[in-house]
C-alpha cells in the first residue's frame, strides 16, 4: 500500500479526538510531501539536525514534533520552528528550552517523558523525580515554556497485557497530575505496533512511523 492509503486508513481508525503524529525520521522528502498531500500537516522526527533540515526544505505550514532524545547544545537549532518537544526528562532541559524559546519570543509546548518501561536503556523520569521538578522555584520561573502533557514508551515486547499495564500506568500518573497541572491535554502514548491499546487506555497522542511509511533502513 502506498504512504497516502496507509495514513488514510490508520486516519481513519483513531477516534476524532487523537491527533496522529507522523513519524518520518529516516524518511526523505518526497516521502513527507505524499503524506503532506492527504491534509497531514503534523510530522514527528528523532535527531534534531534532520528535523531542521526537513523544515528548512518543506513547507512552512508543517508542525513538527520532536520525539527523540533531546541534547541541551542542540535545543537553539529547534526553538525557532518546533512545535511540540515530547521528551523533556530533566529540569536542565527545560531550563535550556525556556531560554531558547525566549530568543525567538514564542513559548514551546513541552511533554514530560515518563519511565513506564521495563527496559532500564529507555528514558524518562518517575513520579518522584517529576513531583521534584513541577515543585521547584526554577520551574515555576520559566515563562517561554508549557507543560502540556506527558508522553511515554512501552516496553518493546509481545506480551499484549505487559504494555497495556504500562499504558494504564501513564495514564493514571496523568490523571493524578492533571491536579498540579491542570492545563494539559495530551497523552502521548502509542507507536505502530501498540497504537490500538495505547487508545483503549486513553492516549489522545500516537506516534506513528513504519505503518504509515514501511520499515526504516539505519545504515
Ligand atoms: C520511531 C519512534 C516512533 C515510531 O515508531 P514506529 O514503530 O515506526 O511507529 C514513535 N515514538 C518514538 C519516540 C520513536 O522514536
Known amino acids: 500500500m502506498s504512504i497516502k492509503e496507509n495514513l488514510n486508513k490508520i486516519k481513519n481508525m483513531l477516534p476524532s479526538h487523537v491527533t496522529l503524529v507522523a513519524v518520518s525520521k529516516t524518511k526523505p522528502n518526497e516521502d513527507i510531501l505524499e503524506a503532506y498531500?492527504?491534509?497531514?500537516?503534523?510530522?514527528?522526527e528523532n535527531k534534531i539536525q534532520d528535523m531542521t533540515q526537513k523544515w528548512e526544505q518543506l513547507p512552512k505550514d508543517i508542525e513538527w514534533h520532536m520525539?527523540?532524545?533531546?541534547?541541551?547544545?542542540?535545543v537553539k537549532y529547534m526553538a525557532e520552528y518546533v512545535s511540540m518537544i515530547h521528551g523533556v526528562d530533566s529540569l536542565r532541559l527545560l531550563v535550556e528550552i525556556d531560554k531558547q524559546a525566549k530568543k525567538h519570543n514564542r513559548s514551546i509546548s513541552c511533554l514530560f517523558?515518563?519511565?513506564?518501561?521495563?527496559?532500564?536503556?529507555?528514558?524518562?523520569?518517575?513520579?518522584?523525580?517529576?513531583?521534584?521538578?513541577?515543585?521547584?522555584?526554577?520551574?515555576?520561573?520559566?515563562?517561554?515554556?508549557?507543560?502540556?502533557?506527558?508522553?511515554?514508551?512501552?516496553?518493546?515486547?509481545?506480551?499484549?497485557?505487559?504494555?497495556?499495564?504500562?499504558?494504564?500506568?501513564?495514564q493514571s500518573m496523568y490523571t493524578s497530575l492533571k491536579t498540579d497541572l491542570p492545563q494539559m491535554n495530551v497523552l502521548?502514548?502509542?507507536?505502530?505496533?501498540?497504537?490500538?491499546?495505547?487508545?483503549e487506555e486513553g492516549s489522545t497522542m500516537v506516534r506513528i512511523g513504519s505503518s504509515i511509511f514501511g520499515a526504516r533502513n539505519y545504515n
Do not use: C, P, W
Open 37 to 44: 498531500e492527504t491534509g497531514h500537516r503534523v510530522f514527528g
Open 67 to 74: 520525539i527523540g532524545h533531546v541534547q541541551r547544545n542542540k
Open 113 to 170: 517523558q515518563m519511565h513506564i518501561a521495563k527496559e532500564e536503556t529507555k528514558f524518562g523520569l518517575d513520579m518522584e523525580e517529576l513531583h521534584e521538578i513541577i515543585a521547584s522555584e526554577t520551574f515555576k520561573s520559566l515563562d517561554n515554556v508549557e507543560i502540556v502533557g506527558l508522553m511515554g514508551m512501552a516496553t518493546f515486547t509481545e506480551d499484549k497485557a505487559q504494555i497495556r499495564q504500562e499504558f494504564v500506568q501513564l
Open 188 to 199: 502521548s502514548m502509542g507507536m505502530s505496533g501498540d497504537y490500538n491499546i495505547a487508545v
